[in-house]
């Protein structure tokens, strides 16, 4: 197998594949004949640059062209690609670097300053003279004959609940993306789809260009940071007509900004957190969709959705149902996933570790309703025990972000003599200051919103809550801070 082979060529080559939009906003067609082009000159420096199959090859480049063509170019020799967030600080790279020991990186300029010495690299000047059609290039790599265990992608977690893991993925990972891309992405023939999250997180590698593609749909891309005010303006005159953001942005839309129909839109889609009801009915309100969530991890690939055509009035907050095909159970309120039943599950950590059992614990807390929706409660060691009860963050979170003054929040355990534990909230107001007034009203909203032990006996306020670079709560931080 080789995703050159099997889905680059099956397209005619005057086909759109990507609509790129660079960092000073111009506009660019991509067919697949440019990028099976530019792709195969790539592959040929490469080669010459020592890197061959099977060895690592990262990538720090944004959300332009030159990103998915490096992707295309490892796909096609069997290199392994390492794309990474490039805003990664210094330590963040040496850390990677010292884990993976990639035989090239190929980067913008402005990244690769952070990389250290003694790794070869490619930079975009590099690039614009390897596809210049009218110099001598290197000869190409073959099209290489792949198994399905070979190892295709590398992935890193995003480091909520410890150190960043590398995650491998096999060949089988990409092709393996149809489930989810029809299920839950819902992309078809002909669509604009655009991801928005930047390379390097597990959502980008699956759905900027793979998902599409599988499903004759092509992508967006915008090299540029989120600009609340501008993000539906962007889909609008481009004419997406799926959008998939993470939770974040479509909480600081529905906050902060004036959220309008975009008439093309057929399909939005979140996962990484459970957004809340408030949020949902925004966009319903507004637009007239509603928000599909779903839930995956970097090492399992999508796992649930929400699915085209499934109801989300009424199951605000659900994650949606497991695919088709996959296979979940719940135990002692823990989601675990038959490893063999999902086509997108890693094959090893890159020590060479691996799950070698049939059940994969996610640590991730779930209920399920009487039609099978799941709902996320949080993660295991994110359970606050207060009097003997467990609560789970998200409940609590979910009913503060109910607040017309409150931005975001996260909820905590905050250690108490007599309960154990107790509820903190961190809050980050839309506007205005903190008083005790607002504390007490708070409280009261929360009481008043879900079940009274569950309210936020303590309450502080901040001007930001710390996140991963993929925008997810670091819960863990903010406990560490009270120790």
Known sequence: MNFIDDVIQRFPFSREAVIAIDADGNRKVHCFSHLFARSMGLSGAMLARGVRRGDVVMILIGSRIEWVVSMLACFRMGAVALPLN??????DLAYRVAETNPALVIGEEQYLGNLGDGVPYLDMADLERIFDEDLDQATPAAAADLAPSDPALIVF?????GEPKGVVHSQSYLPGQATQAEHWLGAGPGDLVWCTAAPGWSKSSRNSFIAPWLRGAKSLLVDARFDPDSRLEVARREGV???CQAPTEFRILAKRTEVSPVPSLKRMVSAGESLNAEVIKVFRESTGLEIADGYGQTETGQVTGIRPGDRVAGREGSMGRPLPGIETRIVDDELQVRAASSPTFFSSYIDGTAFDGEWWATGDLVAEDDDGFLFHHGRNDDVISSAGYRIGPVEVESALLTHPRIAE???????DEERGSVVKAVVVLRDGVPTEELVREIQQHC??????Y?????????DELPKTASGKIKRAELRARQV
């Open 454 to 462: 569950k309210y936020p006996r303590i309450i502080e306020f901040a």
């Open 241 to 243: 007509n799926v959008l």
């Open 409 to 415: 929040a996260a909820a905590v355990a905050s250690p």
């Open 447 to 452: 009481r008043d919103a879900t079940a009274p």
């Open 157 to 161: 977690t995003s480091g909520s609940t």
């Open 86 to 91: 490039p805003q990664l600080t210094r330590a």
